[in-house]
């Protein structure tokens, strides 16, 4: 199945569409599993997610001769407890999710990025809840494993709304309490918020013990600042507004945002929290690589 031209649809208005948005999540992961078929991603793919690699001392008769035969690789069939996954996808609705310098938007983005990461873990049997915020929980939808569930999960985005200021910090507290079992957690945000009280949530979920994915979506511009001449630069959670000249600005820019992000890989680095950044130019198929390697390391 050929990757779809997903960026296309969304310039469509495919978020407000249930069918339209479950149809861009299926044909994004079967696209993507075609690839992993097709390229060497260290033996591993979906059908995979059942085994695991032989391991001297395993016994030889749990090993999957079929799987051999298509990878050349020894592989052990692994009971369904040892392989099912529970996994929370937390979604940032703030407003500054709305930001966009091209067509899609970081919530439009991050949003299709959320169902196709559930569309790939229900289909891998692993149990997948979600939870929208902003500086509070607006939505939630408990964890489940079956497949049908992917419909629920496709409603609640295209039915969302950016909410209020960001507070990633108080967010982060309030789901951390909710959450008892261990699990893995995914956090789709542009982390537009107090560097250090986003850690500081963080942290308390690592307490509890659950694995933690970051994907940190940003804009080009937020990165780049590739503007040129005068501009009106606007607060899209305040809604402040500051008029100012890019070439007087942009190296000082440049300069705190590097400082920000170094910040957010080297701190979540030493919290053992898996942090990538993403821009909304980039495939979605990349995020669906390193949830993989992730889930593939937790087994």
Same mark, same amino acid.
């Given at each position: 199945?050929?990757?779809?031209?997903? =960026? @296309?649809? &969304?310039?469509?208005?495919?978020?407000?569409?249930?069918?339209?948005?479950?149809? %861009? $999540?299926?044909?994004? #992961?079967?696209?993507?599993?075609?690839?992993?078929?097709?390229?060497?991603?260290?033996?591993?793919?979906?059908?995979?997610?059942?085994?695991?690699?032989?391991?001297?001392?395993?016994?030889?008769?749990?090993?999957?001769?079929?799987?051999?035969?298509?990878?050349?690789?020894?592989?052990?069939?692994?009971?369904?407890?040892?392989?099912?996954?529970?996994?929370?996808?937390?979604?940032?609705?703030?407003?500054?999710?709305?930001?966009?310098?091209?067509?899609?938007?970081?919530?439009?983005?991050?949003?299709?990025?959320?169902?196709?990461?559930?569309?790939?873990?229900?289909?891998?049997?692993?149990?997948?809840?979600?939870?929208?915020?902003?500086?509070?929980? =607006? @939505?939630? &939808?408990?964890?489940?494993?079956?497949?049908?569930?992917?419909?629920?999960?496709? %409603? $609640?985005?295209?039915? #969302?709304?950016?909410?209020?200021?960001?507070?990633?910090?108080?967010?982060?507290?309030?789901?951390?309490?909710?959450?008892?079992?261990?699990?893995?957690?995914?956090?789709?945000?542009?982390?537009?918020?107090?560097?250090?009280?986003?850690?500081?949530?963080?942290?308390?979920?690592?307490?509890?013990?659950?694995?933690?994915?970051?994907?940190?979506?940003?804009?080009?511009?937020?990165?780049?600042?590739?503007?040129?001449?005068?501009?009106?630069?606007e607060d899209l959670e305040n809604k402040s507004k500051?008029?100012?000249?890019?070439?007087?600005?942009?190296?000082?820019?440049?300069?705190?945002?590097?400082?920000?992000?170094?910040?957010?890989?080297?701190?979540?680095?030493?919290?053992?929290?898996?942090?990538?950044?993403?821009?909304?130019?980039?495939?979605?198929?990349? $995020?669906?690589?390193?949830?993989?390697?992730?889930?593939?390391?937790?087994?």
């Amino acid at each position: 199945m050929e990757n779809l031209d997903y =960026k @296309k649809y &969304l310039k469509q208005g495919i978020l407000s569409s249930i069918n339209s948005l479950e149809f %861009l $999540a299926k044909h994004i #992961v079967e696209g993507f599993i075609t690839g992993l078929h097709k390229s060497p991603f260290h033996g591993f793919s979906v059908e995979f997610s059942q085994h695991r690699p032989y391991m001297q001392g395993d016994s030889l008769k749990h090993i999957d001769w079929k799987v051999f035969a298509r990878s050349d690789r020894y592989y052990i069939k692994q009971f369904e407890e040892e392989t099912n996954l529970r996994c929370s996808l937390l979604l940032d609705i703030s407003s500054s999710m709305n930001y966009k310098s091209n067509d899609i938007s970081k919530l439009e983005y991050a949003s299709v990025l959320t169902a196709s990461l559930a569309y790939l873990m229900l289909k891998q049997r692993d149990a997948t809840g979600l939870m929208l915020f902003d500086e509070s929980i =607006k @939505k939630e &939808l408990p964890v489940k494993s079956v497949p049908v569930y992917i419909k629920d999960i496709i %409603l $609640a985005l295209s039915e #969302v709304k950016t909410g209020n200021d960001t507070n990633i910090t108080h967010a982060l507290h309030s789901i951390a309490e909710r959450i008892k079992r261990r699990g893995l957690i995914i956090i789709i945000s542009d982390l537009l918020d107090d560097p250090q009280k986003v850690l500081s949530g963080l942290k308390h979920l690592r307490y509890n013990k659950h694995e933690i994915i970051v994907f940190h979506i940003v804009d080009d511009q937020e990165i780049d600042f590739d503007f040129k001449g005068e501009f009106i630069f606007e607060d899209l959670e305040n809604k402040s507004k500051i008029k100012a000249d890019s070439r007087y600005i942009q190296q000082e820019y440049l300069r705190q945002i590097k400082k920000h992000y170094s910040f957010l890989k080297n701190s979540f680095y030493e919290n053992h929290i898996d942090y990538i950044r993403i821009r909304t130019s980039e495939p979605i198929e990349s $995020a669906l690589s390193d949830y993989l390697l992730k889930r593939q390391k937790m087994l």
